[in-house]
């Protein structure tokens, strides 16, 4: 492999590789035309396709343009004109068999050219294009100019021809007119004359002129008076009163089919309703001939609707639309039928060859078949087309000399890869959809639209055969996909399951089982390498709804057709725990996607924007759904949806898209080194595309244009071409082992018995007018059963056999309660009617029980869901209003209040100025910088001169010099236009302001109201700053009010007063950030407390209590403290109001029975407590006082900080 490994710069130059067309595999939808007499042509896609008749070798002419529209081909000049399908479009002239181009013809046509048609002589070539113009045009396509025109708007043609005799006469045909041109020419001048033909009625009779022009229902006895003409009637003269024919006066006439000239210059036309005129080509005049009855009728067949018309001698050549083909001899204005040849498809075309020695045979399918007059064989079969365009292509492993083709009538072709000849075909009889050949063996896949998946052997490429059948679901299939080693296959089907079957032969193509995706499945891409033991898988999905594209991913062993049972549940769905599926989605959609070879990232065609993007997959395991972001987006060049092919060795990656184009692309750098335009947007682009192993061929099919195009390298050489044919080697090796086991089975497998029609059956089948879909369908007597309906089967029988003791446990109890039940209600049948229940209560009613429930469910889930979307509109609009006026300001707004005095100031919110405001301002003062210093040196220029001139008068003009100096410095300090303004304050320049008198211009208006937002701008900067330093102060005022308010404290707790405290604090206007912020005390709502919280909250609360009194009690000189001295080591002055003298245990005696000793103590201890009360109340004064001047000295403190706030 060539996947981990560095690669040479010139990978892309190497050899110089392009593509060419090979071949070109189409069948005519249009009339297929003689070049001479060995060589026919028919358009086909983007290509005008020449066939040799006699070797049958193709040529193809590519139009550069596009589909190619009509074509017509002059054969004395040999050569061949075709239109394009553009937009404006353009008629090409090229020569055969050089296949040079001789000219372009260009008109004034806007949408298409719908018919063209060469004269028999000169080089003149009429055209007739479709609507809007519907003109018809006589060109000299030698000169390149346009002779005459004329248009006739609404009227189609469907057929147009030259007089052989006289190129001066053109006869155009219709549906439901016929009409002759007469091309006049006066020296240069040249000139359409149109003769419409009177066509006889449906019945082949002509009308009567008097029947028209008088009324039928009028008597004609003149006693009633004159009889008068219809136009009289209604009273028109005039030619008016000559055409005039009444809305329901209707004659329906013939309808012309096809038309042919004789060398007589008159018209055969053959009609729809089976009557053949005679037209002479000079008076016009129309002959009905008369059909000769044969003794023995033809049968069915009596009745002959021309479809296409050829002279010969003594008569013409009809065909019909049974297949046949008939020889009219007319005679004297009679014609007798005869039948000539017999065409297994209805003919809707015939044409000689230039010598009148062939007659060419077209169907309706687009064979071609050559009758050879006087020669044995007489018909040939020049073109075999097959059943309809191409559903599907591939090659047939390896991919160099077979690929197979489907069609949707379930067709299938086998090729020769050099020259596109059909080598063998077989018919399914069913409607198809899609084709995939397996890589391991010679053998394919058919998917239908019934569900089925037929197995189509091709060891035998001359009669391939139906070995096996699967009838997965009754869901169509839209996917068959094999793995790069033909292990495994993968079906799509619509509903959105993913079939997985053994690819192998000899295992019967067992189907192991299935999983489940998303129903709109685009594309299944896989990996499977030979030094791998497993396969990785890729589904992509669209989901139309989200906008979102979904890729699901799984693992496959290659051991999993011995274990299936391990990986798959009863019904044959595969687990997905063990096929390890993950889930990947996409913000855009994607049209297709695929995996590489290193599993490592996905390369994606989006389907809105024209990218190719790749994403890189986790490295890590996840749950749920993983969002893929772009890891590279390089434009595809290719417009509308396409799809993503990787090559063989995993190293090319190949778009294709709707306008046709083929890039193939380096999957590391995602650039494009060859590139084709096989097909074109008018057509809807491509379809699908196949490779080949060894990369050497590329087919690509067609979306509408029914085309089938074979790419081959030119030049195929160096690095590009090394790479992958090493890797085609080494394929071949690993699977030549598996490929000769499973080509053996095949050549040994006996045809399975499925009702497939033979080439012969099926043509006769198609040719028949009465065949429909169902004749073709197989009708069996016992209707099939899908597999994945045979296993539900078998797992509900195997539960039923499992639970079969359960169900009739649960059949006996429901039997002993009905019983129980029906004796309830005979007991109720006894009693009174006041105590005797209704029927209705001996039943519940579990129906009703379970839709009140999921009422109350449904309305609970709205109530939730409304007050969820009232929370989130809430939040979104908080997140708005926060974003406005608080993030988005450099400046937040906020006030400042006095202490004591009802005073507030505010200040300025501030946004910060984006870069181009500052650019803006910037360039404005630099221009008013300059205007400054021009003004200043024009100044000095008119003061010099001025001072050379005025020289008298000095003293006086010194004196009034320095009044207006005087005079000019007051006015240059406060100029009148800026009376009353307080910018200079705040120290801001106001120098570059103009006055208003002097704006003039738009310009000059807009740099001063810039300057003006600049000095507002930098007032409120100034201001805010003085504001700062206020708010900085009042937070320090704040704090030292704090500071003093300690004390006051503590005094008024050993006073014992019930005095408040005045505490400043800052209020929410002052700081609005504390609003965007929830405190605890606000919310008012208890807290919920889970019960194991709590408990938990209680146990650490009861070892913290357990904890410190081990500490406390452990403490014994804390203890001793506490014993002696309360606790504290030395007496404060503040704890004096507390103190008290203990008394003496004495004074608990009477006083008579003391002792002297206890006297004198008692003398003692009434001393210490006078001592103490007057220290008491020395100190209480103290206190007292300092409670009373306290707040005075605060409100002096904060008196300055007011005034400075107050300014």
């Known amino acids: 492999m060539a996947q981990g490994r560095e690669r040479d710069e010139g990978y892309h130059s190497a050899g110089g590789a392009s593509l060419s067309v090979r071949w070109v595999q189409g069948f005519p939808k249009q009339n297929v035309h003689f ?306 040849l017999e065409i297994e498809r209805p003919v809707e075309h015939m044409t000689f060859s230039p010598n009148y020695t062939m007659l060419l045979i077209q169907t309706d399918k687009g064979s071609v078949y050559i009758y050879t007059f006087g020669e044995e064989p007489t018909l040939n079969k020049v073109l075999d087309a097959c059943d309809g365009k191409f559903q599907a292509v591939d090659f047939i492993t390896p991919g160099t000399q077979h690929f197979m083709t489907l069609t949707h009538s379930g067709e299938i072709c086998v090729w020769w890869l050099e020259d596109c000849s059909c080598v063998s075909k077989i018919y399914l009889n069913t409607p198809a959809t899609v084709l995939a050949c397996c890589p391991s063996s010679l053998s394919a896949a058919v998917g239908t639209e019934g569900g089925s998946v037929y197995f189509i052997s091709v060891y035998d490429k001359e009669s391939p055969q139906v070995v096996d059948k699967a009838f997965l679901s009754e869901s169509s299939v839209q996917h068959v996909t094999y793995d790069q080693r033909g292990i495994f296959l993968l079906v799509g089907t619509s509903e959105g399951r993913v079939f997985i079957i053994c690819a192998s032969s000899s295992r019967s193509f067992r189907i192991i089982g299935f999983t489940e995706v998303a129903k709109d499945i685009l594309q299944i891409s896989t990996v499977s390498l030979s030094e791998t033991d497993i396969v990785e898988v890729m589904v992509l999905s669209s989901l139309p709804e989200a906008g979102r594209s979904r890729l699901e991913m799984f693992t496959l062993p290659t051991l999993l057709p011995q274990v299936s049972t391990i990986f798959a549940d009863e019904r044959g769905r595969l687990k997905d725990e063990i096929i390890h599926k993950y889930l990947y989605e996409l913000e855009h959609t994607l049209s297709s996607a695929v995996l590489d070879f290193q599993s490592k990232q996905i390369y994606g065609f989006c389907s809105q924007v024209p990218y190719i993007c790749s994403y890189l997959l986790p490295k890590e395991e996840h749950m749920g759904i993983y969002i893929l972001k772009p890891y590279k987006k390089v434009q595809s060049r290719q417009y509308g949806p396409g799809m993503l092919y990787l090559s063989s060795h995993g190293l090319w990656l190949i778009t294709i898209a709707k306008c046709g184009i083929l890039c193939i692309r380096d999957v590391y750098t995602l650039e494009t080194f060859a590139r084709c335009r096989s097909h074109s947007h008018q057509g809807h682009g491509i379809q699908s595309m196949r490779i080949s192993m060894d990369g050497q061929n590329i087919l690509v099919n067609g979306r509408d244009d029914g085309t089938l195009v074979y790419l081959k390298w030119k030049r195929f050489g160096g690095l590009l071409a090394s790479e992958i044919l090493d890797y085609y080697q080494k394929l071949l090796i690993s699977l030549s082992s598996t490929m000769g086991e499973e080509n053996d089975y095949l050549s040994t497998t006996p045809k399975v018995c499925i009702d497939l029609g033979s080439d012969s059956e099926h043509t006769k089948q198609k040719a028949s007018i009465d065949s429909s879909q169902d004749e073709l369908v197989p009708t069996d007597v016992k209707k099939e059963i899908p597999w994945i309906q045979q296993k539900s089967q078998e797992a509900i029988k195997k539960e039923v056999n499992l639970f079969s003791k359960k169900r009739k446990e649960i059949k006996e109890g429901i039997k002993s309660l009905s019983k129980t039940i029906l004796n309830m209600m005979e007991e109720n049948d006894k009693l009174e009617n006041i105590a005797k229940l209704d029927q209705q209560e001996f039943g519940l009613d579990l129906e009703e029980l379970e839709r009140l429930h999921d009422e109350s469910q449904e309305e609970v889930a709205k109530m939730i869901k409304d007050v969820e979307m009232h929370n989130l509109a809430k939040s979104y609009l908080a997140e708005l209003i926060k974003e406005e006026c608080w993030n988005s300001m450099a400046v937040k707004g906020r006030a400042l209040k006095c202490f004591h005095i009802p005073c507030v100031v505010e200040n300025f919110p501030m946004k910060a100025r984006t870069v181009e405001e500052l650019k803006e301002l910037e360039r404005v003062l630099q221009q008013k910088k300059i205007e400054a210093e021009c003004l200043k040196l024009r100044k000095e220029i008119v003061e010099a001169q001025s001072g050379v001139i005025l020289v008298k008068k000095r003293h006086e003009e010194d004196d009034e010099e320095e009044e207006e100096e005087d005079k000019t410095v007051k006015c240059s300090n406060l100029p009148n236009y800026l009376l009353g303004s307080l910018s200079t304050d705040f120290g801001v320049d106001t120098s570059l302001l103009s006055s208003q008198l002097q704006l003039h211009s738009r310009e000059e208006k807009i740099n001063q109201i810039i300057l003006l937002k600049d000095i507002i701008y930098k007032v409120k900067t100034a201001f805010n700053n003085e504001f700062d330093a206020a708010y900085k102060q009042k937070e320090f005022e704040i704090t030292r009010v704090k500071e003093r308010n300690v004390r006051i404290r503590e005094i008024i707790v050993d006073l014992e007063l019930e005095e408040a405290v005045w505490q400043p604090e800052f209020e929410d206007c002052e700081k609005p950030e504390r609003t965007l912020v929830v405190q605890d005390e606000e919310i008012t709502a208890h807290k919920h407390v889970m019960p194991w919280h709590k408990a938990r909250e209680e146990l650490i609360v009861n070892r913290e209590t357990e904890r410190w009194l081990l500490i406390q009690g452990a403490n014994t000189r804390l203890r001793a403290l506490m014993d002696m001295m309360g606790g504290v080591l030395e007496v404060k002055k503040e704890d004096i109001l507390r103190m008290v003298i203990p008394q003496p245990a004495f004074m608990a005696k009477p006083d008579a029975v003391w002792t002297e000793e206890e006297r004198k103590q008692f003398k003692d201890y009434e001393k210490k407590v006078k001592e103490l009360n007057e220290e008491r109340d020395k100190y209480r004064k103290a206190l007292l006082l300092r409670l009373k001047t306290g707040p005075k000295e605060l409100f002096l403190e904060n008196m300055a900080f007011m005034l400075a706030l107050e300014k």
Not at 106 to 113: F, M, Q, V
Not at 132 to 150: G, T, V
Not at 290 to 318: D, M
């Open 35 to 340: 070049v001479n007499n060995n060589t026919i042509c028919y358009p086909c896609g983007n290509y005008v396709i020449f066939i040799n008749i006699e070797t049958k070798n193709k040529t193809v002419l590519q139009c550069s343009n596009g589909i190619v529209g009509v074509v017509a081909t002059n054969i004395p000049y040999e050569v061949v004109a075709f239109s394009d399908r553009k937009l404006k479009p353009l008629i090409y002239i090229y020569s055969f068999p050089g296949l040079t181009r001789r000219t372009k013809l260009k008109g004034n046509i806007l949408l298409d050219y719908t018919l063209l048609s060469f004269s028999y002589c000169g080089t003149y070539l009429a055209s007739y294009s479709s609507l809007p113009e519907f003109e018809l045009a006589l060109w000299n396509w030698e000169s390149n100019i346009i002779l005459c025109k004329k248009s006739q708007p609404g009227i189609d043609v469907n057929q147009m021809s030259f007089n052989p005799m006289n190129w001066r006469q053109l006869c155009l045909s219709s549906p439901s007119a016929v009409s002759v041109w007469t091309i006049e020419r006066s020296n240069q001048e040249h000139h359409f004359r149109a003769r419409s033909v009177k066509l006889p009625l449906e019945d082949g009779s002509f009308f009567n002129e008097t029947d028209v022009v008088f009324p039928q229902s009028l008597p004609k006895d003149l006693i009633y008076g004159p009889v008068l003409p219809l136009s009289a009637i209604a009273g028109l003269v005039g030619e008016e009163a000559e055409t005039f024919r009444p809305k329901d006066d209707l004659y329906p006439l013939l309808h012309p089919t096809m038309h042919c000239w004789t060398p007589t210059s008159d018209l055969y036309i053959g009609c729809e309703e089976g009557h053949l005129l005679m037209i002479n080509g000079d008076t016009l005049k129309v002959t009905v001939l008369n059909k000769i009855e044969e003794e023995s009728p033809l049968g069915r067949r009596n009745f002959i609707s021309p479809v296409t018309l050829v002279y010969q001698k003594e008569g013409v050549l009809a065909s019909g639309i049974d297949g046949f083909v008939y020889s009219f001899i007319i005679k004297d204005g009679s014609y007798m039928i005869k039948d000539f």
